[in-house]
Nanobody, 125 residues
Framework: QVQLVESGGGLVQAGGSLRLSCAAS????????MAWFRQAPGKEREFVAR????????YHRDSVKGRFTISRDSAKNTVYLQMNSLKLEDTAIYYC??????????????????WGQGTQVTVSS
């Protein structure tokens, strides 16, 4: 029904910047919440940021506030994650997700119906 394709990952030095893109196609809905999650080796997938595609409201996890910014281009059906001041601990596979999460669990992996294949972000020293 919905396909999500991430791009923009790569290798970057600590303190550098990277912008991830998530292109959505298929039967997308303007009411979807779009989110970014990440998963480092041996760790659970964790929430990074989300955006309400209709209102534009956003929310970022504490550890990335002030460094990462989620945004969207509705005309292009694309969501972005601008990552600045990258740290070694930001290294992970980053996943784009879409869905209509219940209001009380907007950061839960289980609340999202569609997922991209992931894009690797590696931060070096």
């Amino acid at each position: 029904q919905v396909q999500l394709v991430e791009s923009g990952g790569g290798l970057v030095q600590a303190g550098g910047s990277l912008r991830l893109s998530c292109a959505a196609s298929g039967r997308t809905f303007s009411t979807f919440t779009m989110a970014w999650f990440r998963q480092a080796p041996g760790k659970e997938r964790e929430f990074v940021a989300r955006i309400n595609t209709s209102s534009g409201s956003t929310y970022h996890r504490d550890s990335v506030k002030g460094r990462f910014t989620i945004s969207r281009d509705s005309a292009k059906n694309t969501v972005y994650l601008q990552m600045n001041s990258l740290k070694l601990e930001d290294t992970a596979i980053y996943y784009c997700a879409a869905g209509q999460p219940r209001w009380y669990a907007p950061q839960a992996v289980s609340e999202y119906s569609y997922w991209g294949q992931g894009t690797q972000v590696t931060v070096s020293s």
